[in-house]
C-alpha cells in the first residue's frame, strides 16, 4: 500500500473519530440543579462550564485541604485530572470574610470558571458539596468514563439555618466496623450536616479501649448471648452467642480525622450514672451493691448505675481523661437519661452524699452527679451535653440540653438560657416504623414516616424570639437495638436522614415536600451507586378511615400529587387498568381494599391494603371520658368503631388507641334499640414498653338491668383478648376498662402506672 493510501485511510479515520467524538461531546448534558438541602438562593443562567484536562484548580492556603477533597472527588470518579496552576478554566477557592456566617459559601458557575467562596473551610466544604450534586452520579462510584463533563451555570448563596446539624449512632447495642462509621459519617457530610453524636457506652456493650481500664475491654465490651425478636415477645428467647467488640484508640483517632477533613465534629457519648451495667460488669465495686453482675443481654432500662462514691467519680474522671485527648471537639455527652433511682435509696453511701451535701432527694443527687462530672470536663476545657433528665433535681450550670422525651425539655432549659437540642421522639427517632406495611423490619415501635421528619421545625412554639436563640440545631437518632447490620442502618436512617438535612440547614420559606420529594427521587440515585440500602417509600398509599352522615368512607393519599391511585374492591392486585380514585370510597359491606400508585401505567409503589368489617357499631357516636395520649391518638377516637383492626405487630399504628395510666370508660351510642349478641375487643400487653392488659373491664347497658364485669387473667402474650356473648337490646353500650395499676417491681417501668392499649370495639 502506498504512502499516500495510508496517508489517506488515516486521515478519514482521524475525521471519523472526530465526528463520534464530537457526536459524543454532545450527547453529555449538564446535570439539571436539583440540591439538597435546598440552598438559600439560586439562579440557573444559560451555557455550562467544562471540567476537563485543562481545568485548573487552585485555593487560597487555607481551603487547601477542601480544595484537595475536590480534586480527589474529580480523579476517583473520573479519568478526569486537573492541572494545579492559574489560567483560564479554572476552579478557584476565594475566602470571603464579607460573609457574616462561618458555614456559609457562595458558588459561581460561569463558561469560563467555577468560583467557590467562604470565610472558612467549612463554608468551602459545602460549596463542595452542593458542586458534587451538579456532577453525574457516576462520579460516586468512579464510573463516568468520559474525559470531560458540563457543569450547568449557577449562581448560588446559601448558609445555614442552624449551627447544629447532627445524626447520632448507637454502637453499644450492635457494634459496626471503622469502615461503616466512615461510611455513616460521609453520608452525613454530603448533606451538609456537620456532627456525629458516637454513643460509645451502654448496659449491653462498652465500645471503646480505655488503657488503664483494661476489663472494659476484656470484659464490659463481651455480652454472653443477645435477645432474639422483640423485647415485647414473651418468652425472652436468646441467640447463646458471645457477642461485642470496641474501637481502639488507634481506631477513634483515625476516625476522628477521617470526619474533620469532612468538616463533621464526633461527639463521644459515655453514658452516667445510668445505662452502665456493663461497666459494672467489668468493675462490680462501681454500683452501689458491689455485687458481681454480667453485661445486659437485652434492651430497657437497668437498675443497677453508679453508684455515688469517691471511687466511682475517680474511675470516670480517669475514662473521660482518655476520652478528651481523643475528641478534639468542644462537647463531651454524658448521657444522663433513664438511670433509675432504686439502688440509691438504698444505699448506704448515697444517702451519706445526699446528707453531707444538703440534698432533698435522689433526683438532686443526680443533678450533683451530673454537675460534679461538669465542672470536672469545664476543667479540661469541654463542655457537657445531656439527655433532657439532667433537668430533674437542678440543672447543671454550663450543660447543654439534649431534648428527646418531646420537646418541652427544650422549652424549660432554653427559658434557663441554656443551650439546647432537639431531637424529640415524635420526629427524630429513626427507629421508629416508617411505613404502615406489616412486612417492614422490627423496630422499636412508633411510626415517623419521611413527611413528618421533613415538617419538623426544632423551634417550639411556648419560646420568644430571644429564647429561640439558645436552639442549636436538631439531629436524627439510630438506637440499634433492632439494627443487626450496617444495611438495616441505612434502612432505617435513609432517607429520613436527607430530609432532616433540609429541616436543619435550609430556611422554611424554601422548603415544599413535593418539591423535596423530586430532589430526592434524583438524591436517592446517588445513594444507589453508593450501594446504601434505603427505604423507599416515597408514593406509598395511606388509607384514612371516615364517617360522614353515617356511613364509612376511607380516604387515600399518596405523597405526590402527579402520580395516580388505582385501586380495586374485590380483593385483586390493582393495575393499569383499575379505577382512578378521585374521591373517598364508600363502604357499605365487608370490603377489601388494595391500592397502589401509578406513574401512566407503571405501578411504582408496594400495594396498601385495608380490610373493614361492617359492624352494628360503624358510623356510630362514641364519647370517652378521657383523650387518648396524644402520641397515640392518630386516628382519633373513632378509631375504635371504624371497622378496622390495628396491626398485629405494629402497636403504634393510627388503630391503637394509647391511655396513659387511667381507667377509660366509653359510651357507643347505636341510635336506636338495637339487638346485641356479642361485643369484642383486645388489649394490647407489650410489658416491656409498659403497656398492660387492663385488669378488668365492666360493661354495661344503661336502660337495662345488665351489668357484666370480667376479670382479664394475667397473661404474657402480646395482645388479650376479651369476647362477650349475650343477648340483650339496647340502643347504648357502655365499656369500663380498668388500667392495670402501677408496674411491679422487677420490671420495666416499675414504680410508674401502666399504659392502656385498646383496638377496635366489635358490636355484631
Known sequence: ??????????????????????????????????????????????????????????????????????????????????????????????????????????LEVTSSAITIKAKTAKGAFYGVQSLRQLLPISFENGSYLENKVPVQNISIKDSPRFRYRGMHLDVGRHFFSVDFIKKYIDLLSMLKMNT????????????????????????????????????????????????????????????????????????????????????????????????????????????????????????????????????????????????PKTRWKTCKNCQQVIKREGLKDEHELQSYFISRMEKYINSKGKQIIGWDEILEGGLAPNATVMSWRGTQGAVTAAKQHHDVILTPGSHCYFDHYQSTKEDEPVAIGGFLPLQKVYSFNPIPKELTQEEAKYVLGAQGNVWTEYMKTSEHVEYMAFPRMVALSEVVWSSPNNKNFENFRERLEIYQKRLDVRKVNYANHLYEVSGKSEIKDGSSYLTLTTSSKKKKIRYTTDGSIPNSNSTVYSSPIKVDKNTIIKAASFDNDLKVSSVFEQKIRLHKAV???????????????????????????????????????????????????????????????????????WIYAPSQVIISFPG????????????????????????????????????????????????HKAWTFIDEIIIE
Open 704 to 751: 337495662n338491668d345488665e351489668f357484666l364485669p370480667i376479670e382479664l387473667e394475667s397473661s404474657d402474650e402480646l395482645m388479650v383478648d376479651l369476647k362477650l356473648s349475650t343477648k340483650v337490646t339496647s340502643q347504648f353500650v357502655k365499656i369500663k376498662v380498668v388500667n392495670y395499676g402501677v408496674i411491679p417491681d422487677g420490671k420495666q417501668g416499675a414504680g
Open 1 to 106: 500500500m502506498s504512502n499516500l493510501k495510508l496517508a489517506f485511510r488515516f486521515s478519514l479515520l482521524t475525521t471519523v473519530f472526530l465526528l463520534f467524538s464530537s457526536c459524543a461531546d454532545e450527547q453529555i448534558t449538564a446535570v439539571k440543579p436539583a440540591i439538597i438541602p435546598v440552598p438559600t438562593s439560586q439562579e440557573i443562567h444559560k451555557g455550562t462550564f467544562m471540567i476537563s484536562n485543562t481545568t485548573n484548580i487552585n485555593s487560597d492556603a487555607e481551603f487547601l485541604t477542601v480544595a484537595n477533597f475536590l480534586k480527589a472527588f474529580i480523579e476517583n470518579g473520573s479519568p478526569i485530572e486537573l492541572q494545579q496552576s492559574k489560567g483560564e478554566n479554572t476552579i478557584s477557592f476565594v475566602k470571603d470574610n464579607s460573609l457574616t456566617n462561618d458555614e456559609a459559601y457562595t
Open 196 to 339: 456525629f453524636h458516637w454513643h460509645l457506652t451502654e448496659d449491653q456493650g462498652w465500645r471503646i479501649e480505655i488503657k488503664k481500664y483494661p476489663k472494659l475491654n476484656e470484659v464490659a465490651a463481651y455480652r454472653k448471648e443477645t435477645l432474639i425478636g422483640h423485647y415485647s415477645d414473651q418468652p425472652h428467647q436468646f441467640d447463646g452467642k458471645r457477642y461485642g467488640g470496641y474501637y481502639t484508640q488507634e481506631q477513634v483517632k483515625d476516625i476522628v480525622a477521617y470526619a474533620t477533613e469532612r468538616q463533621v465534629t464526633v461527639i463521644p457519648e459515655i453514658e452516667m450514672p445510668g445505662h452502665s451495667q456493663a461497666a459494672l460488669s467489668a468493675y462490680p465495686h462501681l454500683g452501689c451493691t458491689g455485687k458481681p453482675i454480667e453485661v445486659a443481654t437485652k434492651w430497657g432500662v437497668f437498675e443497677d448505675i453508679y453508684c455515688t462514691k469517691e471511687t466511682t467519680f475517680k474511675f470516670l474522671e480517669d475514662v473521660l481523661d482518655e476520652v478528651m485527648a481523643l475528641f478534639p471537639g468542644k462537647y463531651i455527652h454524658i448521657g444522663g437519661d433513664e438511670a
Open 619 to 689: 358510623g356510630k357516636n362514641i364519647t370517652l371520658n378521657v383523650e387518648p395520649h396524644p402520641k397515640y391518638n392518630a386516628g382519633g377516637t373513632i378509631a375504635l368503631i371504624n371497622g378496622i383492626n390495628g396491626s398485629n405487630k405494629r402497636f403504634g399504628d393510627k388503630e391503637w388507641l394509647g391511655f396513659s395510666g387511667k381507667d377509660v370508660e366509653m359510651t357507643i351510642d347505636l341510635g336506636k334499640a338495637t339487638e346485641i349478641n356479642t361485643i369484642t375487643t383486645r388489649f394490647h400487653n407489650g410489658k416491656g414498653q
